[in-house]
């Protein structure tokens, strides 16, 4: 079993991944005799809940199930479970400990983050996303009509518990989604794991057992490692923001296309394809940095373009709402190289609009 | 002016105290030049509104106008307010500025805890209750139909202001109200301050300009003190939770009148009297400080019995949903003495019943 901490003081907590961790009680040893209460939705009830709850000796009323898709990220799917707790007089001494991918980590943090100004709360990641990102760091949100994760609060679990088998029951699109925020590590800090990845893309796909372990291991100690310098990402802009490349362009297509037609990864994805774009388009990379990266994330499976009837003044709009904004001024996450992302807003306009123009040609 | 500081490291905050501070630039320096909105509701924008407008320069489409009331403090309100900052593009550089009462504090401070993911925001008390209480220390919150302030977060101003002329605006009612948490603070932890409130308390309902001054420093001082001690309210018992000192019993009133009919100060009142009287049954306190207590509160003008139509099971069905409760136990704020408050589940529970029994009688 692979082991890292994330170094925050007195909210340090541990990530813990291997395969098989959900029938194994040691990982859990942190529940102590605490009350618990499990959210979950019903695909993950089905795959991997009567095991955890056969290891946790969870009955089916401690178990919160929620319909699945990123629709359920939202104030109302909050105020329900805001519901739930209560009437099942859940109180400040328990644990919520949340079973499945990005929607559920971010809503389960959120509404422990909010319950009672704040309860302790588990995650349990199921994909590859979560586990390699979206768990680890304490972000919380829901999304607003106007905009992706707008709601929200910084809110650190007390561990995380990454069993890799839960990937083996992932939809392929799911796990390439998984795999954009792989690529993601590599392209914003880390070259060598960059050309890592070109070498060994194929056998993360198939889950080779060792390839697979090593992936998460090394993208979950660059996320700690991130999180402890910079928490709660300073607004000045912070170490924190570069983990966002190809987020803003991303979060427009998501909010262009409701949440709903494309994932997460596949949105940063094509989003990393324009940011490494602009970047080749300011000069700052060469043309054959933005075209490997283009490349990579067109073998893994992923959209390298944005979805028909995205415009460039629609993706403007759409980006003039992001976190990122400060003092009224648009910031990217850009490439100065491969591995040394930079959050900016000091670059030529017009390399955005060509980037925005040739994407949405 | 008096200045206090509630010391919390780099979030740290000071907390001015005078009469005129609405009319004065200087104690918004900490805004230098950045974006603000202001949210306030329609009396407070009525009365003191384009004095603040002025100082600050603030055009009236920075500032958000919400009804008065506590019901204004939901869910739903809060994502109205959400929409509104979002549909003005305002960014995480902004400075929520608050306006208002205990209701505009807490709604605002929650919507700036949340809004992408935690906001600045600054205080501007208007009422007794908020000047002492609810504007110092964090704690921010929207009720829930199954009980007040259980969906909130700990999130610090970066500055208090409170003007000691939005007092001389406050209904007569109201400013009782407030003073039943002046009162708290002698019960909960200073016997000679209850003393000199009981010789000054015709100056302070009058609004004597010294002795407001001395009570409002006096209180402030006490809450950030304990704030600095226990921020975020430890699950096993903190010295904050000494300030809720009557809100158990206090909040199963509210809950039971729907949060309309009884200010939260009146609710807390009675509850301190409940909470006196439960300590003398006890044996805690001689029945003389369960004496004082009740007539110090009647002398207020403020309620010593719970509203008819309330029974014995009732309270404890309300009163289970306290975020006190821990391990299924409801724990009490009770009295050891005059000004010696303690948080405790080791009391005999046909003490609290006698005391239940005796009040809706």
Tied chains: 1, 2.
Aim: aromatic residues 6%.
């Amino acid at each position: 079993m692979t082991q890292c901490t994330v170094q925050l003081g007195d909210r340090a907590y541990p990530i813990e991944i291997a395969a098989g961790l959900l029938g194994q009680t040691a990982c859990f040893d942190v529940l102590a005799d605490r009350p618990r209460l499990l959210l979950t939705d019903q695909n993950l009830a089905r795959l991997h809940l009567p095991r955890l709850q056969a290891t946790l000796s969870l009955p089916d009323d401690s178990c919160l199930i929620i319909p699945p898709g990123e629709l359920q990220k939202s104030w109302d799917q909050a105020e329900r479970l805001f519901d739930a707790l209560l009437a099942r007089r859940f109180a400040r001494d328990g644990v919520l400990l949340t079973l499945g991918g990005g929607v559920i980590g971010d809503l389960g943090g959120f509404v422990a983050a909010l319950y009672q100004r704040g309860i302790d709360f588990l995650q349990i990641p199921t994909t590859l996303l979560a586990q390699v990102d979206s768990s680890v760091g304490g972000k919380t949100a829901v999304n607003h009509p106007r905009g992706k994760n707008m709601i929200g609060a910084f809110h650190q679990p007390i561990a995380v518990v990454a069993d890799l088998d839960t990937l083996k029951t992932l939809p392929p699109r799911e796990l390439r989604a998984g795999v954009a925020e792989v690529i993601k590590y590599g392209l914003l800090g880390d070259a060598a794991f960059f050309a890592w990845l070109e070498t060994h893309l194929d056998a993360l796909l198939a889950l080779d057992p060792a390839i697979t372990a090593q992936t998460i291991a090394h993208c979950c100690q660059m996320k700690a490692r991130i999180v402890a310098e910079d928490e709660r990402e300073a607004v000045g802009g912070g170490v924190r923001a570069l983990l966002n490349l190809g987020h803003t362009f991303g979060h427009a297509i998501e909010t262009f296309t409701g949440y709903t037609e494309w994932l997460h990864g596949e949105a940063v994805a094509t989003g990393m394809v324009m940011a490494a774009d602009c970047s080749a388009r300011l000069g700052w990379i060469t043309p054959d940095i933005a075209t490997r990266a283009r490349d990579l994330i067109a073998r893994a499976g992923l959209p390298v373009k944005p979805p028909a009837g995205m415009t460039v003044e629609g993706f403007k709009d759409l980006m003039g709402h992001d976190k990122k904004v400060a003092k009224g001024q648009l910031r990217l996450v850009l490439l100065r190289g491969l591995g040394a992302a930079v959050l900016t807003a000091d670059f030529d306009p017009a390399a955005l609009d060509a980037t925005l123009a040739a994407a949405v040609a």
